[in-house]
Nanobody, 119 residues
Framework: QVQLVESGGGLVQAGGSLRLSCAAS????????MAWYRKVPGKERELVAS????????FYADSVKGRFTISRDNARNTMYLQMNSLKPEDTAIYYC????????????WGQGTQVTVSS
């Protein structure tokens, strides 16, 4: 069983920064790709960024490219999302996710952390 715990969310003014963390436990963290998603009520869940198991490959949604940076510290079993130049449209609940234990199984998800950007 994998546990994912997000932290670092909060209220920030537009143009500000936040750093989200996702602490993982329950299996070998370094073996798996990871990702951040966000969800706004009434909208589909959106992939924000993903990172390969070794941190060498990353992906960003166009909406955050150049402003957000995903990273991971496998020694600490933690993934991060540095968010700069925040905009009101970044307001959402942010979730970290990891693949399920077997091919075709559901992903593991954290409980989410709220990010609110005021204009």
């Amino acid at each position: 069983q994998v546990q994912l715990v997000e932290s670092g969310g909060g209220l920030v003014q537009a143009g500000g920064s936040l750093r989200l963390s996702c602490a993982a436990s329950g299996r070998t963290f370094s073996a798996y790709n990871m990702a951040w998603y966000r969800k706004v009520p009434g909208k589909e869940r959106e992939l924000v960024a993903s990172i390969s198991w070794n941190g060498r490959n990353t992906f960003y949604a166009d909406s955050v490219k150049g402003r957000f940076t995903i990273s991971r510290d496998n020694a600490r079993n933690t993934m991060y999302l540095q968010m700069n130049s925040l905009k009101p449209e970044d307001t959402a609940i942010y979730y970290c996710t990891a693949p399920g234990d077997e091919v075709g199984s559901d992903n593991y998800w954290g409980q989410g952390t709220q990010v609110t950007v005021s204009s």
